[in-house]
């Protein structure tokens, strides 16, 4: 699956990088997430119908508690329109497109087909849902390309059950829609207060249970919580943030795009209490990782 792969154990020093720089050269895909969105938008018509909202019923919902912040009310269902068929087709086409970029995960690529990407998008940008790139959400800051949503579930998960999983940088909220398809309990941080209410009114409507959405800055993690199984940055450093890899479980893994201008995606592994495995995996594009919030 990885390229470049590293397997002799690493200490934390030499996993998060003090100087920012990457110890191994990055290996490109064929197509990068920037190609990937050119050429989509090249390719596909934006004048497509618009599209139904339709509710998501989560298979793997938890019982977890109540005390932490901003539980996702489930009491609320969106309408079912008469285009929600519409939709369903466009999301399918989307999914097979993913599909052939390589994701083959079939819990990940029915996640993605089960959640409705244009519920996560501006009206005046939903015809553009389902194409392959990322889209803004306002405050300079995108949704995610649906590759790279699913390419990051899937190293995520690693053909496992995922049971407690944090998000940083919740968005609009999609990526941790996603994930509550495949983990037991979705964690997700969001340091711009518009944001973290944004995602929430996106998903309150869908009846998701078992994600607890946060406001605050995510380089922290959320050790009142730790250890994670899995760990996932939609947002790029210079470097892994050391409180993540320390709030990660041993046998767990921690997906991030890391890098300034070039950026790759880098999969860290917990092996010991001690010694942490990286690798680098593929070119990628992302909104910078800042710390603090606003
Ligand atoms: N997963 C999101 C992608 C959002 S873009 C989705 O599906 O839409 C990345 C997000 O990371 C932005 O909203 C940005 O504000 C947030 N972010 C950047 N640095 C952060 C930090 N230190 N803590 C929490 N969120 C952060």
């Known amino acids: 699956m990885t390229t470049n792969e590293k397997r002799f ?10 100087r920012g720089a ?3 050269s990055p290996t490109a895909m064929p197509q990068t997430a920037m190609q990937n969105a050119a050429i989509h938008t090249k390719n596909l018509k934006t004048n497509l119908p618009p599209l139904a909202k339709t ?19 489930t009491n609320k269902a969106l309408p079912s329109a008469g285009m929600g068929m519409v939709s369903d ?33 501006e ?11 990322s889209l803004p959400i306002g405050h300079h800051q995108t949704i995610s390309q649906p590759y790279i949503v699913a390419r990051m579930t899937e190293i995520l998960r690693n053909g496992k059950n995922l049971q407690r999983v944090l998000e940083i940088g919740t968005g609009c909220g999609y990526q941790a829609a996603v994930l509550s398809l495949v983990a037991k309990e979705v964690y997700s941080i969001e340091r711009i207060k518009a944001l973290h209410e944004l995602a929430k009114n996106n998903l309150r409507p869908m009846r998701i ?21 899995g760990i996932i940055l939609a947002a790029a450093g210079l470097e892994v943030p050391r409180a993540l890899l320390e709030q990660l479980a041993i046998g767990g893994r921690l997906i991030a795009p890391v890098g300034g201008r070039q950026q790759v995606l880098q999969l860290v592994e917990r092996i010991s209490q001690h010694e942490w495995t990286s690798s680098v995996l593929e070119q990628c594009h992302f909104v910078p990782l800042h710390q603090g919030v606003v």
């Open 9 to 18: 154990p690493l200490n934390l020093s030499s996993v998060v990088d003090q």
């Open 22 to 24: 990457l110890r191994k």
């Open 55 to 73: 509710a998501v019923t989560n298979p793997t919902s938890s019982s977890t508690s109540k005390r932490e912040s901003d539980r996702i009310s």
């Open 89 to 121: 087709k466009i999301r399918q086409a989307m999914v097979a497109r993913v599909a052939q970029q390589g994701v083959k995960d079939n819990l990940v690529l029915a996640a993605l087909e089960a959640i409705p990407r244009h519920l996560f998008i």
């Open 123 to 133: 009206s005046g940008l939903a015809s553009q849902a389902y194409i392959d790139a």
């Open 209 to 229: 249970a078992n994600i607890r959405l946060h406001y605050g800055d995510g380089m922290l993690g959320l050790p009142q919580v730790a250890p994670f199984d």
